[in-house]
Every structure is written in structure tokens, then in C-alpha cells.
């Protein structure tokens, strides 16, 4: 079992830059896969990206570029540094512990409550 405590959205304008931060309850070195996801009304809720305990990360093509995710075990926590902001990153953002590098649920996964990001001049 693992509580995770997302930080750090707001109201910002375009090109404006963020950066969300996901500590977890435990020790995040024995959890191989942490992202974040984010949702609109309506939609589904879709990877952003993700970071694996190597490092390894996938980023959805959308962002690219724009938004860097990283990890600092020894803090227990996950970071989403989000620059160049458009409105179309307006949306709830969630951080995930479990998941695949992909996205795909393997077996067990946990969530944090969200944190509204909007995005709007």
C-alpha cells in the first residue's frame, strides 16, 4: 500500500511554466514505475509520463519536450516539470505508482487525489 500527495498546479498562462511534485508514503526505491496522468471532463485519463527506477522514461507525444519528469528516491517523490504551457494542458493531473512504463496496468496500482492545472490568460 502506498498514499500519494500531489503538489504544485495553479492557474498559469500560456508559455508559462509548472512544476508538480508527487510524494509518496513508503519508499519509493522498491516501486519500479511512477507517472503521472492527467484528465479533462469527458475524457479519459491519459498517460503523460512516466519514469521507471533506471530512469527510463516515456513521454505522450503531445509533450515532448515541454514537460520532464524525474525522480528523487531519497525524498520519496516524483516531479513533473512542465514549461511552455498551452491550454490544452488544462486538466487534472494525477500521480501513479504501479503502472507500466506504457501505461498498462500489471497488477496493482495506486493513485494520488489530482491536481488542477489551467492553463488560461
Known amino acids: 500500500q502506498v498514499q500519494l500527495v500531489e503538489a504544485g498546479g495553479g492557474l498559469v498562462q500560456p508559455g508559462g511554466s509548472l512544476r508538480l511534485s508527487c510524494v509518496a508514503s513508503?519508499?519509493?526505491?522498491?516501486?519500479?514505475?511512477m507517472g503521472w496522468y492527467r484528465q479533462t471532463p469527458g475524457k479519459q485519463r491519459e498517460l503523460v509520463a512516466a519514469?521507471?527506477?533506471?530512469?527510463?522514461?516515456n513521454y505522450a507525444d503531445s509533450v515532448k519536450d515541454r514537460f520532464t519528469i524525474s525522480r528523487d528516491n531519497a525524498k520519496n517523490t516524483v516531479y513533473l516539470q512542465i514549461n511552455s504551457l498551452k491550454p490544452e494542458d488544462t486538466a487534472v493531473y494525477y500521480c501513479n505508482a504501479g503502472r507500466l512504463l506504457t501505461g498498462a496496468l500489471l497488477l496493482k496500482d495506486y493513485w494520488g487525489q489530482g491536481t488542477q492545472v489551467t492553463v488560461s490568460s
Open positions: 519514469i521507471t527506477s533506471g530512469s527510463s522514461t
Open positions: 513508503r519508499s519509493t526505491f522498491s516501486i519500479n514505475t
